[in-house]
């Protein structure tokens, strides 16, 4: 097959031509790559975790790229003309929304705050206003709206899930692109790399941000996450 983007991440397959296949690697990275690392075995843990969640999310009527799973590390998805935007959905202050306001990480926001980010890792994925991401021709209105809301329900269904296993969801990240009936659908992937989550009594960090700042194991950490979620059903 041939390989039509490799990321941090992950390696993109042309599989049909309306398929693409996704492998997962076992690298690890952060600060935009400028910290690297890898563990055995993240890969399929990753790829396991963003299909449960997509299969979950599917549940509820929210619509994913996801399509079936192959091997360890690999899945099938619909290909999608995606959107040049990150959706950061909050239900904490923490990372940088704390540092921008001088706030204390750990503290629960009155409501869940939607924000967008311009998809750039050269210039650090910056912070973009909905009336840029219209000027610059990135969204429409339409599309926009429907993120926003997607990302909300999102945001619910997680919640609830993570709550299940006595963990916060503290935030998260996830993209979109749209398909061929020009529908907003999620994309990429949901897991420790693109979440916040802390246990609930602890505080612990079960994140990405164990290997961020040196936090101890992040394979343990991602692996609990895991064990939990499972045991749950």
């Known amino acids: 097959m041939k390989l039509v983007y490799e990321g941090k991440a992950k390696k993109v397959f042309e599989q049909t031509d309306h398929l693409y296949l996704l492998?997962?690697?076992?690298s690890l990275t952060a600060f935009n790559a400028q910290k690297l690392g890898s563990f055995s075995g993240k890969g399929e843990l990753n790829r396991n975790f963003a299909s449960f969640v997509f299969r979950k999310l599917r549940e509820q009527g929210i619509p994913s790229h996801w399509?079936?799973?192959?091997?360890q590390t690999k899945m099938i998805v619909q290909k999608l003309s995606m959107l040049p935007c990150e959706v950061v959905v909050r239900n904490f202050i923490a990372g940088s929304l704390a540092k921008k306001?001088?706030?204390p990480e750990g503290e629960k926001l009155q409501?869940?705050?939607v924000e967008f980010y311009y998809k750039k890792d050269e210039l650090n994925d910056p912070f973009m206003s909905e009336d840029q991401m219209l000027s610059f021709g990135f969204a429409t209105e339409k599309q926009?709206?429907?993120?926003?809301?997607a990302g909300?329900?999102?945001?619910q269904v997680m919640k609830d899930l993570f709550n299940q296993i006595k963990i916060d969801l503290i935030d998260f990240k996830v993209e979109?692109?749209?398909?061929?009936?020009?529908e907003i659908v999620l994309a990429d992937e949901i897991s420790p790399d693109s979440c916040r989550l802390w246990d609930q009594a602890t505080k612990?960090?079960?994140?990405k941000d164990v290997f961020r700042r040196d936090l101890g194991n992040v394979q343990t950490a991602y692996e609990e996450v895991w064990n939990r979620l499972t045991q749950q059903g």
Do not use: S, T
Request: proline share 3%; net charge negative.
């Open 101 to 103: 306001f001088g706030l």
């Open 176 to 182: 979109f692109g749209v398909d061929l009936k020009n």
């Open 111 to 113: 409501q869940p705050l």
């Open 67 to 71: 399509v079936e799973d192959v091997d």
């Open 152 to 155: 909300l329900k999102i945001n």
């Open 23 to 26: 492998e997962f690697k076992d």
């Open 144 to 149: 926009i709206r429907e993120m926003k809301q």
């Open 204 to 207: 612990q960090k079960l994140d």
